[in-house]
Nanobody, 128 residues
Framework: QVQLVESGGGLVQAGASLTLTCAAS??????????MGWFRQAPGKEREYVST????????YYADSVKGRFTVSRDNSKNTLYLQMNSLKPEDTAIYYC???????????????????WGQGTQVTVSS
């Protein structure tokens, strides 16, 4: 079983920054073996892909909408995933979810079907 708990969301003005954190735990879950991803769901919209980082942090990948503004990172010694969000825009308003990939040592994954475990989400609201 995997538990993923996101935190760090909040209400900010456009142009501000936030850092989201995802804490992973589980008796049989080795965080450092799995790629991790961030997704988001805006009100009235489908959940969409944001970013992925491979198991060792060697490769990161971003949706075009956040490229250059968001940075994903991980600390495998702390079983923690991060999403640094800069230059936030009102269209970034959404619930943000972290997810663990289905397969060990996988390369970059961007589809929801490639992720097996999900957190409960953290709300990010950007006012104009």
């Amino acid at each position: 079983q995997v538990q993923l708990v996101e935190s760090g969301g909040g209400l900010v003005q456009a142009g501000a920054s936030l850092t989201l954190t995802c804490a992973a735990s589980g008796r049989t879950f080795t965080f450092s073996n799995y790629a991790m991803g961030w997704f988001r769901q805006a009100p009235g919209k489908e959940r969409e892909y944001v970013s992925t980082i491979t198991y060792n942090g060697g490769i990161t990948y971003y949706a075009d909408s956040v490229k250059g503004r968001f940075t994903v990172s991980r600390d495998n010694s702390k079983n923690t995933l991060y999403l640094q969000m800069n230059s936030l825009k009102p269209e970034d308003t959404a619930i943000y979810y972290c997810a663990a990939s289905k397969s060990k040592y996988s390369s970059v994954r961007t589809a929801e079907r490639d992720f097996a475990s999900w957190g409960q989400g953290t709300q990010v609201t950007v006012s104009s």
